[in-house]
């Protein structure tokens, strides 16, 4: 059973390129959640998406960052115009759903703004 | 607002003792409590978890407490060995599956 899958591993972007990170959850898990961890601090919950549903946002700013999660594919964490504050690493985690709540992460992507 | 705190950024044990990582939270409505740990350059890996109902789970090397009235939650590791060297978070779920974390703990245990 394949674990979380994430890709890129590694992303670098010039500042307004628009960078794409995608998520692949494990078989048979229906949620998806992005997070953002920053250099030295920890992890903040972005958005909880479950398939073709975005159930949480709260966590996102409100410009340039967008998620998706289609009913066919990968969920999709899209940032527009990235600005260096944007370069951190990003980790996705898939989840069965209740009642369980354990969360299984992806190895995350590390983003890099030039 | 940091909702669940780890005070203590970073912790060094001997090998073969008791490692403990504390963690509080201020939000009473958190109903399960995980613990990850961390490698460099690798996604959080669960550890163990409890229920809010509970007052403590015990699995193998690892006991994590819940002191509700206290909001406080503990990660006990023993006997401490060189492969838990690695950073550590604390996690709380809120109803309607909204997580938070805490800014992590890096355990060194030192051979």
């Known amino acids: 059973n394949a674990g979380v899958m994430q890709n890129p591993r590694h992303l670098v972007r010039r500042r307004g390129q628009e960078a794409r990170l995608r998520c692949s959850p494990m078989?048979?898990?229906?949620?998806v959640y992005w997070y953002r961890q920053l250099p030295e601090e920890g992890l903040k919950f972005m958005v909880y998406?479950?398939?073709?549903?975005?159930?949480?946002e709260s966590g996102m700013p409100k410009e340039r960052f967008s998620a998706e999660f289609p009913k066919e594919g990968p969920s999709i964490l899209r940032i527009q115009q990235v600005v260096r504050g944007d370069s951190a690493a990003y980790f996705c985690?898939?989840?069965?759903?209740?009642?369980?709540?354990?969360?299984?992460f992806g190895p995350g992507t590390r983003l890099t703004v030039l | 607002d940091q909702q669940v705190k780890q005070n203590s950024p970073s912790l060094s044990v001997q090998e073969g003792r008791i490692s403990i990582l504390n963690c509080d939270y201020t939000?009473?409505?958190?109903?399960?409590f995980l613990w990850y740990k961390k490698y460099p350059a690798e996604g959080p890996t669960f550890l163990i978890s409890?229920?809010?109902?509970?007052d403590k789970n015990e699995d193998g090397r690892f006991t994590v407490f819940l002191n509700k009235s206290a909001k406080h939650l503990s990660l006990h590791i023993v006997p401490s060995q060189p492969g838990d060297s690695a950073v550590y978070f604390c996690?709380?779920?809120?109803?309607?599956?909204?997580?938070?974390f805490g800014t992590g703990t890096s355990l060194t245990v030192i051979p």
């Open positions: 985690a898939s989840s069965p759903g209740t009642p369980v709540g354990t969360q299984y």
């Open positions: 078989k048979g898990h229906s949620h």
């Open positions: 998406l479950q398939k073709e549903n975005i159930i949480d």
């Open positions: 939000n009473s409505m958190f109903d399960y």
């Open positions: 409890i229920s809010s109902i509970k």
């Open positions: 996690a709380a779920r809120r109803t309607g599956n909204q997580f938070y």
